[in-house]
Nanobody, 115 residues
Framework: QVHVVESGGGLVQPGGSLRLSCGTS????????MAWYRQAPGQRRELVAS???????NYADSVEGRFTISRDNANNTVYLQLNSLKPEDPAVYYC?????????WGQGTQVTVSS
């Protein structure tokens, strides 16, 4: 069992930045990849970025060059740095811990972009 908790969402102006955090606990040694997804109202949940245990990262085309995923293995935490936020970025951002047998999801954190 893995417990996932996100934090760091909020309201930011267009062009601004936020850093989201995702803390994990429990059977963290079973996690092989961490990922951030987002879901806007009426839209499907989409992959934003992921990072493997080996540090291999992957980004959605829409956020490439603006968002950065990183991990602090000592603290079992993954971060998502959101820069140059655009009006199309607002959503609930979810963190997931992926193991061999299942994915564990957090409750999500809201990101709002508005002037």
């Amino acid at each position: 069992q893995v417990h996932v908790v996100e934090s760091g969402g909020g309201l930011v102006q267009p062009g601004g930045s936020l850093r989201l955090s995702c803390g994990t606990s429990g059977s963290v040694s079973s996690i092989w990849r961490m990922a951030w997804y987002r879901q806007a109202p009426g839209q499907r949940r989409e992959l934003v970025a992921s990072i493997t245990n080996g540090g291999i990262t992957n980004y959605a085309d829409s956020v490439e060059g603006r968002f950065t995923i990183s991990r602090d293995n000592a603290n079992n935490t993954v971060y998502l740095q959101l820069n140059s936020l655009k009006p199309e970025d607002p959503a609930v951002y979810y963190c997931t811990a992926q193991t061999q047998y299942r994915d564990y999801w957090g409750q999500g954190t809201q990101v709002t972009v508005s002037s």
